[in-house]
């Protein structure tokens, strides 16, 4: 025999069915906004590796989805002017290198910052935290002056040495530091006789390997599109990283729309196969960081 619900059964079955309903509209309409979002930023990728495979004449009489037969001919057109694989080794051992030296250096120096006391030691950090608000391009003159000076022009040192004093890597660094690293392990080296730089290589970098992984691919991708400092402080066209080298494509021979998307495409394949293989850590360590801080 069939049993009735009773009335206020029914009442409460009825709002869970609304609240679902509900509930998926509103994941549907969050769902559509984000692969919306999503396709409006992977349209102008799509369309640079489209047009990178079009020749002058498509590329400004037309507009097209679909991939053209002038791939190789762009390619080879670009290689009888400027050796872009050169650029490319200089953009990576440019970046790479001041990575390193920007992370390590940044790490101890706030090391130094969050673990000693010293008189003075906030006015210099803020006095740091102000060399933040300066715009890098008004120093370009003195570094010019200094690096003339010291011989140092048209020379790797000339990028790496600047990039490696990186004032928001040592702010971030320190804020990591001083939540994640008590310091009472720092102490308990001290007392097992463990000099400074055997704490900081053995016990603090490894604790910060969250936070420089993280700081060190916003870093590298930083000084990857370093276009302006090159173009000042090189003058030897074998020096150039990819940035300038691509920008000269456009200047010295003239505007080739096809040979220009080419050679963006080529110089930004770096970043985007970072972020695609990296994209978990870097969330989670920046996740991370926020947590803790």
């Not at 609240?19 to 309409?29: H, N, P, S």
């Not at 040592?170 to 392990?185: A, G, L, N, R």
Request: proline share 4%.
């Amino acid at each position: 025999m069939q049993t009735v619900k009773p009335v206020e059964q029914q009442k409460v079955t009825l709002q869970q069915y609304d609240t679902v309903r509900r509930l998926t509209l509103g994941k549907v309409i969050i769902y559509l906004c984000l692969i919306s979002l999503a396709v409006i930023c992977i349209i102008p990728f799509y369309l640079m590796l489209i047009y990178s495979t079009h020749n002058n004449a498509t590329i400004a009489s037309t507009f097209t989805f679909l991939p053209g037969p002038f791939l190789v001919d762009n390619y080879m057109n670009m290689a009888s002017k400027i050796n872009i694989w050169r650029g490319f080794a200089n953009s990576f051992f440019i970046a790479g290198t001041s990575t390193v030296l920007s992370l390590y250096i940044g790490s101890l120096t706030a090391y130094g910052f969050a673990k000693f006391k010293f008189k003075g030691r906030n006015w210099l950090f803020l006095f740091l935290l102000a060399t933040m608000m300066v715009p890098g391009q008004l120093a370009l003159i003195g570094m010019y002056r200094l690096f003339s000076t010291l011989g140092l022009l048209d020379s790797y040192a000339a990028i790496i040495l600047p990039a490696a004093a990186n004032a928001f890597n040592v702010f971030f660094i320190k804020q990591f530091m001083e939540s994640s690293i008590p310091d009472e392990i720092i102490e308990s080296a001290r007392v097992d006789s463990a000099g400074e730089f055997r704490t900081f290589n053995q016990i603090v970098l490894p604790i910060l390997g969250p936070a420089i992984s993280a700081l060190g691919i916003f870093t590298f991708i930083g000084s990857w599109n370093n276009f302006l400092t090159p173009l000042v402080l090189f003058f030897s066209l074998d020096k150039y990283p990819l940035p300038v080298l691509v920008a000269l494509v456009q200047g010295y021979y003239g505007m080739d729309y096809g040979l220009l998307y080419l050679g963006v495409a080529i110089s930004i394949l770096p970043i985007i196969i970072v972020f695609a293989i990296f994209s978990r850590q870097i969330i989670g360590s920046v996740a991370l960081g926020a947590v803790k801080g």
